[in-house]
């Protein structure tokens, strides 16, 4: 397979891709029409996506932004009806309702990170300081809290599974996966193709929050301090550093296609099992479109011809 450059995430029954300096939301609307929307983004050319660990920081601040701007997108199509009708709207109301989306869209990040940090760092830190009655090895006791965050980690993965509404959102990633493969393998992007493709991914951002915990496990060893609340502390501010360094590892596995690659990636496929769902062929569709809103997967194939 081709590496293409291209990714994406799930939204609200749709699929957003992004390819360098543009992204875009495709939705199945309430009406089973698709809409597409197409928005150009920071430059990924920048000094900062040059430095290693550092581009992975930028690169993940970016990604929660723009995923949760998205997820916001894809739901107004599917607001209650209390909702104003933006198409009525002067010009002064529709900025002061852009506002308040905006502010609400900040409030939300904000809130869903700290509740984030303090289910799958805090919750697992503090569980594991009962192991102190029975160790004095911390970097024992550091390897017993990875074990706890993964377990509730997975636990949460498998609980939300079970909502019909996050099935479907699983069914779209599957959707988006497929067709990331599809254009990967050389295959012409069509809903048969698509279909047949492995809805399994390396590049997968459920593979990067795996890596992110793993690799946490090995940096919490390292910290040494006394006081409770300073290793609670340490371990939050480090997790910017520790998602930095798993943004490599996602890169170097989608970049490369080799024993050692396949060997780090395999946790992380083993749980897309659980995040990733097959499609149905209107979902395909919607990522089909989502793809071609933004790249240009003929000219990538015919570049590419002899790799294939």
């Given at each position: 397979m081709k590496y293409s450059g291209i990714g994406g995430q799930a939204v609200m029954e749709g699929v957003m891709m992004r390819n360098g300096n543009k992204?875009?939301?495709?939705?199945?609307?309430?009406?089973?029409?698709?809409?597409?929307?197409?928005?150009?983004?920071?430059?990924?050319?920048?000094?900062?996506?040059?430095?290693?660990?550092?581009?992975?920081?930028?690169?993940?601040?970016?990604?929660?932004?723009?995923?949760?701007g998205t997820l916001m997108y894809s739901a107004s199509f599917f607001e209650d009806e209390d909702t104003p009708d933006k198409s009525t709207l002067s010009e002064e109301e529709l900025k002061k309702l852009e506002k308040k989306e905006k502010a609400e869209m900040g409030g939300t990040l904000v809130l869903s990170l700290a509740l984030?940090?303090?289910?799958?760092f805090a919750l697992p830190y503090f569980i594991s300081l009962g192991l102190n009655r029975i160790t004095d090895s911390q970097a024992l006791i550091a390897f017993a809290e990875g074990i706890i965050r993964i377990t509730i980690f997975l636990g949460y993965v498998i609980f939300i599974s079970r909502m019909e509404d996050i099935r479907r959102t699983f069914m779209y990633h599957g959707a988006e996966h497929k067709c990331i493969n599809c254009v990967e393998a050389g295959l012409p992007l069509n809903v048969e193709n698509v279909r047949k493709s492995t809805r399994f991914h390396k590049r997968c951002g459920t593979s990067f929050i795996f890596i992110v915990f793993i690799i946490s496990v090995f940096v919490f060893m390292f910290i040494r301090f006394d006081n409770t609340w300073m290793k609670l502390g340490a371990r939050l501010l480090l997790i910017p550093v520790i998602a930095g360094i798993s943004y490599e590892f996602i890169r170097l596995a989608g970049r490369y296609d080799n024993a050692f690659v396949n060997a780090i990636s395999k946790p992380g496929l083993w749980l897309q099992r659980l995040t990733v769902m097959e499609p149905e062929d209107d979902m395909i569709e919607v990522g089909i479109a989502s793809v071609e809103a933004v790249f240009d997967w003929k000219e990538f194939q015919e570049k590419n011809k002899e790799c294939f």
């Open positions: 992204y875009a939301v495709a939705v199945r609307k309430p009406d089973k029409e698709i809409a597409v929307d197409v928005k150009n983004t920071r430059d990924i050319n920048d000094l900062w996506h040059k430095i290693p660990i550092i581009r992975g920081i930028v690169t993940f601040i970016d990604s929660l932004v723009i995923g949760l984030a940090m303090g289910i799958f």
